[in-house]
């Protein structure tokens, strides 16, 4: 991490754990800037866990969580919109096309990059899925459109849950191609949670399961 860069995701005291189970996160610190970051560990550990407490969809026990300034605990609204993410298991899109569900993702986003989405639908072969609903697509054609918001969003922090999960090879290699030219991009900060080591991409820093 290039500590010359202020931290685009400050996490304090942080602690999270499941009822009647050993915390995932207790009393855990970082700060995390931008590039590509790896949040690696074996599967069960609690990446997605902690992706969604970052994401502020699973609530903290303690701890603060601050992304490009907002606070999640004082400024919730003004957090999220500064976060993208979705939940690769949500049903919540089903019914959307999957312009539709970008247009709901994308909405807010004043920096979304048009240019860049339509490179990466092209680059996912999504043309022919664009329009339909997202049930009738398979699972790694979801995940594409899912991946195809969040890379072309101007949102500060990005969290990609498994990324590579279900996809083809020439998806996969345009992922990490868009991922690798992002990473140099000032002002934006990748969170890539992944049970393997990352090879592809240049990376920022990575932070190791469990946490200690």
């Known amino acids: 991490m290039n500590s010359a860069l202020p931290p685009l995701l400050q996490i304090e005291a942080l602690r999270f754990a499941y009822p009647e189970q050993a915390p995932i996160a207790n009393g855990w610190s970082a700060a995390i800037g931008p590039g590509v970051t790896l949040l690696y560990g074996d599967t069960g550990a609690g990446k997605s866990a902690l992706l969604q407490v970052i994401a502020g969809v699973l609530p903290a026990t303690k701890g603060r969580l601050t992304v490009a300034g907002a606070s999640l605990d004082a400024a919730a609204e003004a957090y999220r919109r500064n976060v993208f993410f979705v939940d690769p298991a949500t049903d919540a899109f089903d019914q959307f096309t999957a312009r539709a569900c970008t247009a709901a993702l994308r909405e807010g986003d004043d920096r979304f990059d ?65 991922l690798a030219d992002l990473a140099a ?19 920022a820093a990575t932070i190791a399961l469990p946490l200690h």
């Open 185 to 203: 991009r000032p002002g934006r900060a990748f969170v890539v949670a992944s049970a393997a080591r990352i090879d592809e991409v240049p990376l």
């Open 114 to 178: 048009d240019a860049l989405w339509q490179a990466l639908v092209e680059g996912f072969s999504l043309p022919p899925h664009i329009d339909k609903p997202m049930y009738m697509l398979s699972t790694g054609s979801r995940r594409k459109v899912w991946l195809a918001a969040a890379l072309a969003s101007g949102r500060p922090l990005v969290l990609l849950d498994e990324p590579t999960a279900a996809l083809d090879a020439g998806s996969v290699r345009c992922l990490w191609g868009a």
